[in-house]
């Protein structure tokens, strides 16, 4: 059983430029998370999918992110006009979605983003 | 709202000795608590969780966590510390006044084990 897979795993830009990440959770969980996290800090949680119900987007940090989940299953996190304090590490992570407040949430091994 | 906090940022121990990562929260209602483990360049794995029952939940690679209520703790546990134990854990909280789906995390303790 394949777990969570993120692509690219590193990915370097250029201040301005637009950027796209890619989460494929565990096949069966309906439940999608996208954190973020900063050099020496914690994860900052984003955006999370359940199923067909509106996702939850009171984590991003400015219009310049948006997400979106296709067929329930695929996810891609897209920044616009990147800038420097974008420059994380992007975290997704799935789960079954049956109990939202008891579910495990299992990680992918992130990708790595650098804004020049 | 709900939050979590770490008090140290790094806890230094011998190995073969018993460690404690400490993790304190603010919920309001039924905590559900969780620890993961990050090692260097990969994600986060999960170690345990306390939903209910037991105070004491034993999780993966032999650590346990100690819920208390009174003390609005949760402090991560191991009798005999590895090097390989060596790494960034994370202490989380569910955010139940979204709906369960929200994690809060706390900012991380980086344990070093040292041989």
């Not at chain 2, 400490?22 to 483990?37: A, D, Q, R």
């Amino acid at each position: 059983g394949a777990g969570v897979s993120q692509s690219p795993s590193n990915k370097v830009t250029e201040k301005g430029k637009d950027v796209e990440l890619r989460c494929d959770p565990i096949s069966g969980h309906t439940a999608l998370y996208w954190y973020r996290q900063s050099l020496g800090q914690g994860l900052e949680f984003l955006i999370y999918f359940q199923g067909n119900s509106a996702p939850d987007k009171s984590g991003l940090p400015s219009d310049r992110f948006s997400a979106e989940r296709t067929g329930g299953s695929v996810s891609t996190l897209t920044i616009q006009r990147t800038q420097q304090e974008d420059s994380a590490v992007y975290l997704c992570a799935s789960s079954w979605g049956t109990r939202a407040s008891t579910d495990t949430q299992y990680f992918g091994p992130g990708t790595r983003l650098t804004v020049l | 709202a709900q939050s979590v906090a770490q008090p140290e940022d790094q806890v230094n121990v011998a190995e073969g000795n018993p460690l404690t990562v400490k993790c304190t929260y603010s919920v309001s209602g039924n905590p559900y608590l969780f620890w993961y483990v990050q090692y260097p360049n990969r994600g986060l794995q999960f170690l345990l969780k306390y939903i209910t029952g037991d105070n004491l939940v034993k999780g993966s690679y032999g650590f346990e966590a100690e819920f208390n209520k009174s003390q609005t703790s949760f402090h991560l546990k191991k009798p005999s510390a590895l090097v390989s134990d060596s790494a960034l854990y994370f202490c989380a909280v569910r955010d139940i006044g979204t709906g369960g789906f929200k994690t809060i995390f706390g900012a991380g303790t980086r344990l070093f084990v040292k041989a």
